[in-house]
């Protein structure tokens, strides 16, 4: 348990909805919620401390306990915690309304998993898990509703779907179809072909549909929200799995003219360069890639699997069968890439992929197939009971009426007070509906009626509210959970305010700041320089004649430069301008009297010129003002910190805490 666990974890917490089960369980373990410290005289009980703490080892290494010194650390990193959060809300940020609409979109998150309908998914995930075992590879033809259609629309669109399926079947080539007939705008240029796909990347009826036909086979029109389709599917192969590969990225110059053949060039020379002898692919990357992010750890990427990546990079990467096997040049919207394979695996299990899945269909439309079983259990388990005779008779009479009438009608003296339903011994009436109606802004849809489509939202409302009620009240891991995101905003809105976006606006602050430290902003000896790195050995002359005997210039580096980068791309690298000079891997090494010289690094010649020096001495506040703005917000962190200890008291209970240290090294 390294000592900065709970302060990484306590500023996590705003930024992903991640539950620790095995933390929760430990807590439930230890039974009692004792009060461990107050602070300004407010209370707050070991158990959090116990669940953060927890929840924090949960993500390392098993280890043989915790230390005296670890666990005092943390309580100090617990403590400024709930100081600041303290402070926050004597700000009354809890009040303010984008606490409460942030917070509210955290809850919706962290809810979810224990739902019940969370344990009506198991035949969605199962069958998701399978159907991932294949990809599919299909073409379409969509046909889109006009705006505001109307039944007959809707019959006019499906028989020209109809037509064109008769087309397809008549030996029509559906992408030559899609040119002509789709209403989706990719069409023009993929002609319909979307690729190879598996579960959970189409909506899903579309994947339904492409998942129940064969090669060749063209589908009836199937309805999605964007209109019809026709799919045709191509190919259906196994699931290769993920792909790990490292690249080689060249950037294309967009604001120069000659930027794409540059790039072409030089990744051509780059792609002959890789198929010599005793090339070693780590050097070329590290000297030729221009992807920052993978440069210097041999052009690594992440695994990725079908359908992650654009498809111009996929079809490359998956296209390469045998470890260390490398593409040719491949253009994609970023640049050109050389790929090489790195390794290769199947499909994960369905354990590991299980919540992954589950977050993806609780976003799908494969939740509303959910949502009729889960009312059902939330009617038996509330005590809901319908005044079926009532409901039967609003049905009749209001089903039909149209939206401007509806809440006038649900109101009216005869009908208002008429019970709908009780849950949980609570009657809800007919002005209760009509109220619900009034503060919704989503007007729902319903093929039996207005009445019925609000009627059934309402319900659904009002079973979801007494099941998070019970949640609330009784699910002791879902309380802690809650609690931690709400504590988490906090934090953050606190530190934001006060730390962060005031030590990047205050810049009167900031200068008074790095005045009072200009110690810590210092150059050390620096020289105005021009080092050529020389690449490709057989360049060496050439560059020599270039530099050897001239006097340092920008219109010298100007015209070397822009010379080497037009015609050998591959020969040389540059370094021009201020340098600090004394752990500098070249120049360190460099007689700072000699105008020109040749210094030989890591196996490779560098060409030197020198010119004027500059001693050690400060920075200009405009030449550091990035370093003095971390450091300043550093400052204010700790001027925060102690603002609230004086504020606030803290008083820790001895027993209490020692109660907790024993229960932590007992998991």
Same mark, same amino acid.
């Given at each position: 348990?390294t000592?900065?666990t ?6 996590s ?13 430990f ?6 919620d004792?009060?461990l ?13 116990i669940?953060? @703490? ?17 666990f ?12 600041k959060?303290r402070?926050?809300e004597?700000l009354?940020l ?5 606490f409460?609409?942030e ?12 739902? @019940? ?19 599919v590879?299909?073409?379409h033809i ?8 109307t039944?007959?629309?809707?019959l ?11 087309e ?5 080539d559906?992408?030559?179809?899609a ?9 023009k ?12 990347q189409?909506v899903?009826p ?13 589908s009836?029109?199937v309805?999605t929200n964007?209109?019809?389709h ?22 294309i110059?967009e ?15 780059i792609y002959t360069?890789i ?7 780590e050097?070329?990357?590290k000297t030729?890639s221009e992807d ?10 992440p ?9 111009e990079?996929?079809?490359?990467a ?5 470890i260390g096997?490398?593409s ?7 640049g050109y ?23 993806? @269909? ?7 197939m959910i949502q ?7 009617k ?14 609003l ?17 009216n ?7 709908l339903?009780?849950l ?6 007919s002005k209760?509906l009509a ?5 919704e802004?989503i007007?729902?849809r319903?093929k039996?009626g ?13 079973l979801?509210q007494?099941e ?15 609690k931690?995101?709400r ?12 730390v962060?976006q005031?030590? @990047?606006?205050?810049s009167l602050?900031?200068v008074?700041y ?6 810590n902003?210092q150059w050390k ?12 050995p ?10 050897k005997?001239k006097?340092?210039?920008?219109e010298?580096?100007?015209k070397f430069?822009?010379d ?9 690298q ?18 700072m009297n000699?105008?020109?010289?040749e ?5 490779r010649?560098?060409?030197?010129l ?11 506040f405009e ?14 962190d ?9 504020k ?8 209490v ?11």
């Amino acid at each position: 348990m390294t000592t900065r666990t709970l302060s990484a974890l306590i500023f996590s917490i705003i930024l992903a909805c991640k539950s620790s089960a095995s933390a929760m369980a430990f807590i439930q373990a230890t039974g009692q919620d004792d009060q461990l410290l107050t602070i300004g005289g407010k209370a707050v009980d070991k158990d959090e401390l116990i669940y953060l @703490i927890s929840k924090g080892n949960s993500t390392e290494p098993a280890s043989k306990g915790m230390s005296r010194e670890e666990f005092e650390e943390n309580l100090t990193l617990f403590v400024n915690y709930k100081l600041k959060v303290r402070e926050a809300e004597e700000l009354g940020l809890d009040k303010s309304e984008e606490f409460n609409r942030e917070f509210a979109s955290f809850q919706e998150n962290l809810k979810a998993p224990f739902l @019940i309908k969370n344990s009506l998914e198991e035949g969605e995930l199962r069958k998701a898990y399978s159907r991932m075992q294949e990809v599919v590879r299909a073409s379409h033809i969509l046909f889109q509703f006009p705006p505001n259609a109307t039944r007959e629309d809707s019959l006019i669109v499906l028989k020209m779907a109809l037509k064109v399926k008769g087309e397809i079947e008549q030996n029509g080539d559906i992408n030559a179809l899609a040119e002509q007939y789709s209403d989706d705008p990719s069409a023009k240029i993929n002609k319909g072909d979307l690729g190879y796909f598996t579960s959970l990347q189409m909506v899903q009826p579309f994947e339904d549909a492409a998942y129940n036909i064969q090669p060749g086979q063209v589908s009836d029109p199937v309805l999605t929200n964007f209109g019809y389709h026709l799919i045709q599917v191509k190919d259906r192969q196994p699931n290769p799995g993920q792909v790990r590969v490292s690249h080689i990225l060249v950037r294309i110059d967009e604001t120069s003219s000659t930027g794409e053949d540059l790039a072409r060039r030089k990744i051509a020379d780059i792609y002959t360069e890789i198929q010599k002898e005793n090339t070693v692919w780590e050097d070329i990357v590290k000297t030729y890639s221009e992807d920052p992010a993978s440069s210097e750890n041999g052009g690594n990427l992440p695994w990725f699997s079908v359908g992650s990546m654009i498809p111009e990079f996929e079809i490359a990467a998956f296209s390469l069968t045998e470890i260390g096997e490398v593409s040719p040049p491949v253009r994609t919207q970023y640049g050109y890439h050389i790929l090489r394979l790195e390794d290769k695996k199947p499909l994960d299990s369905f354990e590991s992929m299980e919540e992954n899945i589950r977050s993806r @269909i609780l976003r799908d439309s494969r939740s509303t197939m959910i949502q009729s079983q889960v009312m059902a259990i939330q009617k038996a388990r509330y005590s809901f009971i319908e005044n079926e005779i009532t409901v039967e008779s609003l049905r009749a009479s209001m089903n039909s009426l149209s939206g401007s009438a509806f809440i006038p009608a649900l109101e009216n003296a005869n009908v208002a007070s008429q019970p709908l339903f009780t849950l949980q011994d609570k009657t809800y009436t007919s002005k209760d509906l009509a109220d619900f109606v009034r503060e919704e802004e989503i007007i729902p849809r319903s093929k039996n009626g207005i009445f019925d489509a609000w009627y059934e939202q309402f319900t659904a409302s009002k079973l979801n509210q007494a099941e998070e009620a019970d949640l609330l009240a009784n699910n002791k891991e879902y309380q802690m959970l809650l609690k931690e995101y709400r504590d988490g905003i906090l934090l953050f809105s606190l530190m934001n305010e006060e730390v962060w976006q005031k030590g @990047i606006l205050d810049s009167l602050g900031q200068v008074s700041y790095y005045s009072k430290n200009i110690k810590n902003y210092q150059w050390k000896p620096r020289v105005n320089t021009f080092v050529v790195k020389v690449l490709d050995p057989a360049q060496l002359d050439a560059a020599r004649t270039e530099l050897k005997g001239k006097k340092l210039s920008e219109e010298l580096v100007s015209k070397f430069e822009i010379d080497y980068k037009t015609n050998k791309p591959l020969a040389y690298q540059t370094e021009s301008g201020l340098v600090e000079y004394t752990d500098h891997p070249v120049l360190s090494k460099a007689d700072m009297n000699l105008p020109y010289q040749e210094i030989e690094t890591e196996g490779r010649i560098n060409l030197v010129l020198i010119g004027d020096k500059l001693p050690a001495g400060p920075k200009k506040f405009e030449e550091t003002r990035g370093l003095v703005i971390r450091d300043y917000q550093d400052f204010l962190d700790n001027s925060l910190i102690e603002k609230v200890k004086r504020k606030y008291p803290v008083e820790i209970n001895t027993q209490v805490k020692e109660e907790a240290f024993i229960a932590l090294n007992q998991q």
